[in-house]
Structures are given as C-alpha cells and as structure tokens.
C-alpha cells in the first residue's frame, strides 16, 4: 500500500547552478571506504540505469547531497564494476533534466566504456534544475524496456521533494519499473509508507559516513554477479 504525501518543491538559484554545472571540486577530502567484492561477470545480459536529482534542494550550499560528493560515490562504484566487467553488462545515466548533456546511454561496463560513463556524471551544463523525476524515470522504463533481453535494475539518486504534477502516479510508476528499484534518498528523510515495499531504499543521512552512496550504487550494479557482496561500512 503507498501512501500518498504532499512533497515540497525544490528551487534552484541560476548562482547555484552555475556553480555546480560541470565544474570538479579540488577540495574533495581524500577518504577511505570499503565497497566490496564485486564478483564475477553476470552469466545474463544486464543493464543498470542510475538516475540522478540535481534540483536546489540537493545541490545547494544547505542541499541534500551527503558531502556534495554523490557523483563521485557513484564513479567510484562504476570503476570497481568496470575492472572487472563484461561487454554484456551496461550502465547508463539519466538525470531528473533529461533529455540533458549528462544523458549516456547504455554502455558496456568495461574499462572502454567506464570513461564515457564518467562523462555522465556531473550537474549537466544544461540542466534546469527541476524537481520533476517522471521525465527521467519514462525515459529509463524506456530504455529497460528496450533492451527486453537484459535484467534491469534502476538506482535513483535524490532527496524525492519532487514536483511532478501527478506524484502518486510517478511513485506508483516507479514501483512498476521492469527490474529492480534501488532509492537512494539523500538527506535520509523518511519514506516510509511512502514507497512500495519492493523498492529497496537505502537513506544517506547528511552526517553519515562517506561510502553511503557509493556502496548503494555499487549494490545496484552488481545485484547479480556471482561472488559479489557490498561492505556494510
């Protein structure tokens, strides 16, 4: 049963996007954090898609996004996956803004495909900064649905204070996506009863410990190769 909630609206400010949009912070605090064991190459074709949020809510200076470093969690996932990866296992990135610059599509998770995939992951240039997730989510129900023959699995990267204009049909839609559904709520607000119980949700609480994200995504990504386990810390 899904309730359904008033979710806040995010805005963001044209400085904040400026400031974000494809720009790299030099001062990341260098950090140690286990992943894991990503496994073995899944004997199945899969494809993984990771939607990401860049509203104001979560990239602002008081923003959602665990130590502004979500993009570089994610990188980090991809790479262990990368090393070790096979052309029949794909990523791809969408963001909330799509169709955007950041937008890859699916890419063999390989050592050849990881630098395209890096290209994805930052606030796009032209993105708006819009809290609506139906966009992006259409398209990744598009792009599974194309590729009938891989198993799909879809992580969402956001603090969900969406504004979609029907927002109980976009968290119904997003519990009928055809795979797995991975939440990774930033800012670590409850969802209880708000999402279906088959979405894995995974809170990134403003004061936890760098991994959070990454290990989230990296969970995601090797959901189905043999011998792979994720790090609880």
Not at 33 to 60: A, C, F, H, K, M
Not at 70 to 98: C, K, M, N, P
Not at 120 to 146: F, I, K, W
């Amino acid at each position: 049963m899904i309730r359904t909630v008033q979710i806040r609206p995010a805005h963001l400010l044209a400085a904040e996007l400026r400031w974000a949009s494809g720009s790299t912070r030099t001062n990341r605090p260098k950090v140690s954090y286990q992943l894991g064991n990503p496994g073995r190459p899944s004997p199945e074709p899969t494809i993984t898609i990771v939607i990401t949020d860049d509203s104001g809510s979560v990239i602002g200076p008081a923003g959602a996004d665990p130590v502004s470093n979500r993009y570089e969690e994610a990188w980090r996932a991809f790479q262990a996956i990368g090393r070790r990866g096979s052309r029949h296992e794909l990523g791809a990135v969408l963001h909330f803004d799509t169709p955007t610059s950041g937008d890859i599509g699916p890419t063999p998770l390989t050592t050849g495909g990881l630098q395209r995939l890096r290209s994805g992951l930052h606030v796009p240039r032209d993105a708006a900064g819009t809290s609506y997730l139906g966009p992006s989510l259409n398209a990744a129900t598009a792009m599974a649905n194309h590729y009938t023959n891989h198993e799909a699995t879809l992580v969402v990267l956001s603090d969900f204070e969406l504004f979609d204009d029907n927002i109980g049909n976009v968290i119904d839609d997003l519990a009928k996506f055809p795979g797995d559904v991975h939440a990774v709520v930033l800012g670590g607000t409850p969802m209880n009863d708000v999402l279906h119980d088959r979405i894995r949700v995974t809170p990134a609480n403003y004061d936890d410990a760098p991994g959070t994200v990454a290990r989230a995504v990296f969970g995601g990504l090797t959901a189905r190769r043999p011998g792979s386990w994720v790090a609880t810390r």
